[in-house]
């Protein structure tokens, strides 16, 4: 019996060792930002400076998008666009190689949109079994399913997204549960809808009133026994909340009056955004998450309208906010409380969003420029290098791997290698 004992202590070890080693809980990068689309990355031994030499692979890809790289295990997707629009790409590579395993074309329309947006900048979503890709025009929002060969499973179209400004779609899907999400927020009558993901039909749809387009992206928050919530953010809701089971509206907290460009982020029990213009993030709230009907002001956590980013997603990690601005200033708050931890001033400009990885925090300027931050109540710079080429992405990590997508290429670069 003891040796039974033993023999079990010992298999137990061996298992809590493996569980613990890099690369072993793996997680998949499948959506916007990530898991949840928090932007974290627990994954570990990414260098925090690099050479051309230490890149695993680098792999042209044609046309031109600002979509950031959906990882499902060994399998990349992303999308991009040429001819000004008129065709729409989708690729998949293997993360190993880089080797592009199959590419499809939809044909599309051109249409006004904004000179630091693309044609291709929604993100890819997976769920593991079909990958899922939206490209917008005036006249329609498609969203298509492949399955990881390559073939075309489905197409639905979601309506119009109509700029009276010009400034193009930003938004990406999500995928939650067996229900593909889309808010299509444009300059008219809007929507979130919830599509079947094996079939595209439509399951459920939201309408908004919205007064300006936006262009962030849902989170979902789950908690046992609790109702699911999923939150969005434009001019018209301000903050909001759906049931991703049904898309009966929860609650919504009518705060803004500027644009909603980055998207709402989860941060302990409070639920934030930020809308602003002209470059700059004007109006932010942080808000309870159980709430219920129309919210007044006096629900509000806290408030803040300076040194905000107004594209860059914000970061929530720990118990502190990073505020990485679009014109290189970067904030740590106390999450909880909206309190100053320390500010400084980075350099550059940036449209990608910043993620965290093994408390590391990475983000890169238009001009290409990875910059990475240490995380904490202590601002310290980690690390400067140049990728050489415009980025408006923002990186992807999967399986001890980051991806990084510049205007022409697309860098794997692996853990281990500096």
């Known amino acids: 019996m003891r040796r039974v ?3 079990l202590s010992g298999l137990l070890v061996v298992l809590l060792v493996l569980s613990s080693a890099p690369g072993a809980a793996a997680e998949n990068w499948a959506r916007f930002r990530g898991p949840g689309g928090a932007g974290i990355s ?9 050479t051309d030499k230490d890149y695993r692979w680098k792999t042209a890809l044609p046309g ?17 666009a040429l001819d000004s629009g008129r065709q729409r790409l989708v690729f998949s590579l293997d993360s190993k190689s880089g080797k592009i395993l199959w590419s499809d074309k939809l044909a599309s329309r051109t249409h006004s949109k904004h000179q630091l947006n693309s044609f291709a900048s929604a993100t890819p979503a997976s769920d593991g079994r079909r990958v899922y890709v939206l490209f917008s025009t005036n006249e329609d929002t498609v969203v298509r399913a492949y399955d990881f060969k390559g073939q075309r499973l489905w197409q639905a179209d979601v309506g119009p997204f109509h700029n009276k400004h010009g400034h193009g779609c930003g938004t990406s899907p999500i995928v939650w549960q067996d229900t593909v999400i889309v808010a299509s927020q444009h300059d008219g009558p809007s929507s979130i809808v919830g599509l079947d993901a094996a079939t595209g039909k439509l399951r459920w749809k939201s309408d908004r009133q919205v007064r300006l387009t936006a262009h962030s992206t849902p989170v979902v928050l789950e908690r046992k026994n609790k109702t699911p919530q999923l939150f969005f953010s434009n001019t018209g809701d301000g903050i909001g909340s759906i049931d991703p089971r049904n898309g009966n509206v929860l609650w919504r907290a009518n705060l803004f009056t500027t644009r909603a460009v980055n998207s709402p982020v989860i941060a302990g029990n409070l639920v934030l955004a930020i809308a602003g213009g002209g470059g700059k993030g004007k109006q932010m709230a942080a808000i309870p998450v159980d709430q219920s009907g129309e919210v007044a002001s006096d629900k509000v956590a806290w408030t803040r309208e300076r040194n905000l980013p107004y594209v860059p997603t914000p970061l929530a990690f720990g118990n502190h906010l990073y505020f990485w601005a679009d014109n290189g200033v970067v904030t740590c708050l106390e999450s909880a409380t909206g309190k100053d931890v320390w500010m400084q001033r980075v350099g550059g400009k940036y449209w990608a969003s910043p993620i965290c990885v093994d408390g590391k925090i990475y983000n890169i300027t238009d001009k290409g420029e990875v910059v990475v931050l240490a995380s904490g109540a202590k601002y310290q710079l980690l690390g400067r290098t140049q990728l050489g ?13 980051m991806f990084l997508r510049t205007f022409k290429h697309l860098y794997c670069l692996e853990a281990g290698k500096k």
């Open 5 to 7: 004992v033993s023999l």
């Open 42 to 50: 627990h994954d570990k031994g990414l260098p925090v400076t690099w």
């Open 64 to 80: 031109l998008g600002h979509s950031s790289v959906c990882v499902w295990d060994n399998q990349l997707f992303v999308t991009s």
């Open 389 to 401: 080429e415009p980025v408006h992405s923002t990186p992807a990590v999967s399986q001890g791997r």
